[in-house]
């Protein structure tokens, strides 16, 4: 019976400070927070929104819309690839809010604390600026 019980505890122990392990993770994405996000399109006005980072997701929201692309203008959770102190890579899960919706990658690189620069998939220049 004592060795059950000590195996018990062994493995709460273990998973409590697992549990402590996720979170610190969690915490220590330095980007974590409200982003403006600008972007150029050819052809197009300049699409404004922002981007709320959260651990390792968040969501993408722009103010967009075509007649041409449903897709356009959706909010969609991100996935948070990597938030390296000067890099940070996400996905925009555009499939999860419209089934037919192509994801993307974006990759941004740190200017300064409050400024990433980037580009997205296309090759389209992304700014995002902390609110």
């Known amino acids: 019976m004592r060795r059950i019980t000590a195996s018990l505890m062994r493995f709460a122990f273990a998973a409590v400070a697992l549990q402590g392990a996720h979170a610190l993770a969690q915490e220590a994405n330095p980007y974590n927070g409200t982003w403006a996000v600008q972007f150029d ?7 404004k929104g922002t981007v709320d980072v959260n651990g390792q997701g968040g969501l993408w929201k722009t103010v967009a819309s075509t007649r041409s692309d449903p897709c356009a203008g959706r909010d969609a959770p991100i996935v948070v690839k990597s938030a390296a102190p000067e890099k940070l890579v996400f996905r925009v899960m555009r499939s999860q809010a419209l089934a037919g919706c192509p994801d993307f990658t974006v990759s941004m690189n740190r200017v300064d604390d409050n400024n990433l620069e980037g580009a997205m998939h296309n090759g389209w220049k992304v700014q995002m600026t902390r609110q």
């Open 41 to 47: 399109v050819p052809g197009r006005v300049g699409i």
